[in-house]
């Protein structure tokens, strides 16, 4: 077994409500920054063991579809590499 860090990023989907998003958006620009879009995002972080990279990026997309998002509103994407 290699040690693995899995990075799991979950945003909503486009077209999704982002009150989050919308209130730092309004503050980003009234401080001055000109914005065409911004969405917020959570980001997990796995540390774990597994027999390969593939294996470790379908344990956490699994994790993701089971706890880490709901596929229903949120897109996520999963990155692996060797600790």
Same mark, same amino acid.
């Given at each position: 077994?290699?040690?693995? *860090?899995? !990075?799991?990023?979950?945003?909503?989907?486009?077209?999704?409500?982002?009150? %989050?998003?919308? *209130? !730092?958006?309004?503050? $980003?620009?009234? $401080?001055?920054?000109? $914005?065409?879009?911004?969405?917020?995002?959570?980001?997990? %972080?796995?540390?774990?063991?597994?027999?390969?990279?593939?294996?470790?990026? %379908?344990?956490?997309?699994?994790?993701?579809?089971?706890? $880490?998002?709901?596929?229903?509103?949120?897109?996520?994407?999963?990155?692996?590499?060797?600790?």
């Amino acid at each position: 077994m290699t040690p693995y *860090t899995a !990075t799991v990023e979950v945003r909503l989907k486009h077209g999704v409500l982002d009150p %989050e998003a919308e *209130t !730092t958006g309004r503050a $980003l620009e009234r $401080l001055g920054f000109e $914005l065409e879009d911004l969405r917020a995002a959570d980001l997990f %972080e796995l540390d774990l063991d597994a027999e390969s990279a593939d294996d470790a990026a %379908e344990r956490a997309g699994e994790m993701a579809e089971r706890l $880490l998002a709901n596929p229903t509103i949120h897109d996520y994407e999963v990155t692996v590499e060797e600790r």
